[in-house]
C-alpha cells in the first residue's frame, strides 16, 4: 500500500453520474476503466471551455482526441512489454460497449446499445507520440452535459487492486450523496458488465470474489474519501449499501458549452467547441476543395451563424447550420453573407443601408430585404412593419396577376 498525505490537494475526475451507472457488454480490467476515465477527462476538458489541445476533431458523429503515448505508459502500465500492454488495453478498449436499458411505466423496456470506442489507432512510423481515440457522438453526448456528477480520486484510482474496484468506487460515488442504496444482484452485476458475460451468477461467489474485496480495498482508504457498508437480506433479491463520506471534496458548479449557444455580434467569438466544430468542417471542405483564404472564410461563416439567429426566435440548429455551409463550401456556390458588411453596425442607423432597403421595398422586393438584412436591422431603420408582409403570399398574388 503506497503512502498516501491525506492533506495534499487531490487530483479529481469528474464523471457524469447517469453515465456511470449505464450497463456495459462485459467486465473491464483496471487498466482499461483508468484509460477510459483520461478519455473521459480529455472530452470533458474540452466541452467546458478548459483545453481543446487534445482534441483533434469535432463533428455532428463523432470526436476525435488524442492520448500521449507516453502519459499512458507512465501512469498505468508497471514493468513488463509495455508495447504490447498498450496493444492489448487499445484492442479491448475498442470491444467495449454501453448499454443504457430503462423500463417505462406501462413496462415497456427502452434501450440504446452503443460501441464506445469504434476507432482507436496508433502508428508510430508516422507519430510515436499520440495514440488517437474516436468516440461516437451518441456517447460522448451522454458523457456531457455533466448536470449531476461525482468527483472521484485520481491517486485512489491508481491504488485499486483490480477494474471491478474502480467500477465498484465509481458506482458508490455516484451514490454518496443520497449516503444509503439499495439494488438488485443482478442490476449491479450488469453494471459492473457480468450479466452478457454469464459471470459470477450466484450470490456467494460473486459476494466473495468480487463485492467483499472491492469493498475492503476502497474502505483501506477511508480517510480519504468514502467508506461502504452493505448487506444482502435473507430472502431478497436487492442488496444495501451505506455511504460514508470522510473527505468532502469542494462542490463546484459545472458550465458545459452548448454548440447552439448564440454569438455575440459585437464580439463575433464563437466558444471553445463551436470553433473545433468550424475547424473539422473546414478540414474535411478542404480534402475537396483548395480554399485560398481561411481566416476570411471563417468570418464569413460567423456572419452567416450571427444573421441565422438574430432571424430565429429560437436558439438555432448550429449542426444543421454548418452542414449546409459545409454542402455549399465543397460546391463551390458559397458566397459572402449579405449581412457580413453590416453586423458590425446594427446598433448604429446608417443613411446608406436605409435607402437601399427603401429603395428594394419600392420595387416590392421584400424578400430580398429580408435575406439581406437582420430583423434587427430593418427595425433599426424604420421598417418594421415589412417583418409582417407575408412576401411568399406577395409572390403568389403578382404571379396570378
Known sequence: MTD?????????????RNFSLGEYGDSWSKMERYLFIEIYDTIKNFFMAESDENIIEYGSTHIKIKIPVKEIKQKFFKGGNKRKQLLDVAESLSEKKISMINIEDDGQYGFDFITMFPR????????????????HSGVYEEMVPIESYCQLDLKLLGEFNSGNTIRLYEIFKSYAFRKSFDISFNDLRKKLGFFNEGSYEEWKYFNAKVLKPAVNNINSYKEYDIEVFYEKPRGLDKIEFKIKTHKVHDVRKINVLNLNEAIDPAIRNPNLIQKKYIDTVLSFCKKKIKITNEVELMEWIVSDLINQQQKS?????????????????RMDIYTQPYSHKYLGIENTFDHVIYDDIKNMERRGEIKAIREKYSDKVIKLHMFGYVLDIDYEELEQEELLG
Open 4 to 16: 498516501i498525505n491525506v492533506d495534499e490537494d487531490r487530483e479529481l475526475r469528474i464523471l457524469n
Open 120 to 135: 482507436i489507432s496508433y502508428n508510430p512510423a508516422l507519430n510515436k507520440n499520440d495514440m488517437y481515440v474516436e468516440i
Open 313 to 329: 426566435n429560437s436558439q438555432i440548429d448550429f449542426k444543421r447550420c454548418m452542414n449546409e455551409i459545409s454542402q455549399q463550401i
